[in-house]
């Protein structure tokens, strides 16, 4: 079975252009995490879907940034427009829905994403 | 969540066991101790839970103190694929299915000498 997937794999963009990273999260998993490193720093939540809907956006760290699940299946992130500050590794994770027992978040590779 | 703390590094030789510290001491009674680790250029990876018992399956075995302020992962017979970023999160215990982001801090960086 595929693991989560994430595309692109690396993306360099200039400071105040538009880039959107997808994740496919692996099939029958509602839950989908969307986290991120920067430079030097720890990794970070960013935001949490349950199927299409947004169940915790806390980390998100501004309206520059924004993640659809349309019919619950994969996610995109946007970021517009993208600042230096951005830069770093964008991780996406899944998991099954399941009550009652603990259902790790399986990640995909990450997206390396340099704005310049 | 309960603040962890953990060394920075640590080495162990190549099929020893390399047994990795995680101090916690603020835990509370409905908190887990959760390991994950990432491996370079990789999205960390599942280890292991657990709550008060000690814990074991194919990857690594937990051992939490009796007092639950502290916690030891280990891996029985490293190897040179285990040189990782290690992660010990501890969080409340998991809801219907729904379970939360994950805060991770800086974890112990295990580098296994051939």
């Known amino acids: 079975e595929a693991g989560v997937t994430q595309f692109p794999s690396h993306s360099v963009i200039e400071k105040g252009q538009t880039v959107t990273l997808r994740c496919d999260p692996i099939?029958?998993?509602?839950?989908l995490y969307w986290y991120r490193r920067v430079m030097g720093k720890e990794i970070k939540f960013l935001l949490h879907?349950?199927?299409?809907?947004?169940?915790?956006e806390s980390g998100m760290p501004n309206n520059r940034f924004l993640a659809e699940r349309t019919g619950g299946t994969y996610s995109t992130l946007k970021v517009q427009p993208a600042e230096l500050e951005d830069s770093g590794v964008y991780f996406c994770?899944?998991?099954?829905?399941?009550?009652?027992?603990?259902?790790?978040?399986?990640f995909g590779p990450g997206t390396r994403l340099t704005v310049l | 969540d309960a603040k962890t703390t953990q060394p920075p590094s640590m080495d162990c030789a190549e099929g020893r066991a390399a047994n990795l510290p995680c101090n916690h001491s603020?835990?509370?009674?409905?908190?887990?101790v959760y390991w994950y680790r990432q491996i370079h250029s990789q999205g960390p990876q599942y280890i292991i839970h657990?709550?008060?018992n000690n814990e074991t399956n194919e990857m690594a075995s937990l051992i939490i103190t009796e007092d639950r302020k502290s916690s030891t992962l280990i891996l029985p017979h490293a190897t040179l694929r285990d040189t990782a970023v290690y992660y010990c999160?501890?969080?409340?215990?998991?809801?219907?299915?729904?379970?939360?982001?994950?805060?991770f801090g800086k974890g112990t960086h295990l580098i296994i000498q051939p």
């Open positions: 999160i501890v969080r409340v215990a998991h809801s219907g299915g729904g379970a939360d982001g994950l805060t």
């Open positions: 657990g709550l008060k």
């Open positions: 994770a899944s998991s099954l829905l399941l009550a009652g027992r603990y259902n790790e978040q399986f």
């Open positions: 603020t835990i509370s009674g409905n908190e887990y």
């Open positions: 879907f349950v199927k299409e809907s947004k169940q915790d």
């Open positions: 099939s029958g998993h509602d839950n």
